[in-house]
């Protein structure tokens, strides 16, 4: 299943698998704890897992007579996992996995994330602010939201609230100058323009991991992707509608534009060969940033630019 199907899930099963995008592994993890946070909970993150303790703790009634709940979190599949289900009959096993690829030991009791869009991050944003009682103006959100990464957004808005409870575009840039180097944005409009970028390309690897960028124009092609079929089926100008909020206007437009730009092939052929690319560095035992220099070769003369 999905995000939003867990969410609406009235009972929980006994044991499910989570994977996928790390944010939302750490923010699940929380919302399990909070969940439980009355029951017996036992803990086994990495190398601590053992077999017999985790098939003892999900087996026996808690001597206070709470619900016993299993929280495991690696990123392999331990030894003889599977062989824990038949002890969850009373009890909970929840797997936080923070593998590549997706382990078949749970059948269809596994829950994916995918990495959270534009709008995924406002609406985080919005809880964040709500919990540390400030404001923040509608472009400062969109600014943090584009320009920062999501598992760093709560830190920076407990930063933001101990500043003023009035937050706008000014103070976020001012505060939080060193995340807006982060956005690439920039770098992947450059490339999406066909553009000479590897002037920017080499400026921004001063300050940024090259590992990021990849997995950045992916989300960034895909999002293109989706207003592009929004855009087919409604005949909307305007992407208001779509997102839940109005983006500044010269960034509006810059993607609308860009969406426009590329036919159906084009989308398919960049996400194929960039998730490509994504893959053989995660996977290879090649040298990374030679993949990933590769990649850019690729993007310079990519035939529809």
């Not at 000479?196 to 992916?218: C, G, Q, S, V």
């Amino acid at each position: 299943m999905y995000k939003r199907d867990f969410d609406n899930l009235e009972k929980l099963p006994n044991y499910l698998l989570f994977y996928g995008d790390s944010f939302y592994l750490k923010e699940y993890e929380k919302k399990i704890l909070d969940k439980f946070k009355d029951a017996n909970i036992l803990k086994m993150y990495f190398n601590e897992f053992d077999y017999e303790l985790a098939k003892v703790h999900l087996s026996e009634n808690s001597l206070f007579g709470d619900t016993n709940v299993l929280i495991i979190k690696h990123n392999k599949v331990p030894l003889n996992i599977d062989k824990l289900l038949k002890y969850t009959k009373n009890s909970y096993l929840f797997f936080f996995y923070y593998g590549d690829k997706k382990p078949e030991i749970f059948g269809k009791n596994f829950v994916r994330f995918f990495e959270p869009t534009l709008k995924d991050k406002i609406t985080f944003l919005d809880s964040l602010i709500q919990k540390f009682n400030i404001n923040v103006s509608k472009e400062a959100k969109i600014f943090l939201a584009s320009s920062i990464e999501a598992s760093f957004l709560e830190k920076e808005i407990e930063k933001l609230s101990l500043y003023s409870k009035e937050i706008d575009l000014k103070d976020v840039k001012e505060l939080v100058f060193l995340y807006k180097e982060e956005s690439f944005e920039e770098i992947i409009v450059s490339i999406l323009k066909g553009e000479d970028f590897f002037e920017k390309l080499n400026l921004l690897l001063e300050r940024a991991d090259f590992k990021r960028i990849i997995p950045a124009i992916i989300r960034y092609v895909r999002e293109l992707y989706e207003y592009n079929l929004y855009f087919k089926k409604t005949g909307n100008s305007s992407l208001k509608e779509f997102l839940g909020y109005q983006l500044p206007f010269d960034i509006e437009k810059q993607r609308i534009e860009l969406c426009l730009k590329f036919k159906e092939k084009d989308y398919f052929e960049l996400l194929k060969n960039l998730l490509e690319f994504e893959l053989e560095m995660r996977n290879s035992e090649k040298n990374k940033e030679a993949i990933f220099w590769e990649a850019m070769s690729y993007l310079k003369i990519f035939n529809s630019f």
